[in-house]
């Protein structure tokens, strides 16, 4: 079974995702706080095939991500890291700081049953 970890403050929409039938054979991880991310990151670590990254977390108005995704990847994270902001210049920010992939919050199901596969 693939696990996925989400990390986004909008818990209505990670929990709806969660919930999608599409993901009965899937493991998703939800965070919502840089604060629960690092704890899910270190408890889960050999665990996570794939990690999907709000470009904004704390701060809703400027991405502030980027260093979470630097971390991961300092980490020596081989899985898919997908940016996933309903702005694009934001995903943007987030493919430059190592994110693998980019999708909106409206294409994300689509995405992760792709990249899970």
């Given at each position: 079974m693939k696990t996925i970890l989400i990390i986004d403050d909008n818990l209505a929409f990670?929990?709806?995702v969660q919930k999608d039938k599409t993901?009965?054979?899937i493991r998703i991880i939800l965070a919502g706080s840089f604060y629960s991310a690092k704890i899910i990151l270190e408890k889960q670590w050999n665990n996570l095939d794939l990690i999907c990254v709000d470009a904004c977390i704390e701060?809703?108005?400027e991405p502030d991500s980027e260093y979470l995704i630097e971390e991961i990847i300092k980490r020596g994270f081989k899985g898919a890291i997908i940016a996933c902001s309903g702005n694009d210049a934001f995903?943007?920010?987030l493919i430059k700081a190592g994110a693998t992939h980019k999708t909106t919050k409206t294409n994300l199901?689509?995405?992760l049953l792709r990249l899970s596969k």
């Open positions: 990670t929990s709806r993901f009965e054979e701060n809703n108005e995903n943007d920010i199901i689509d995405t």
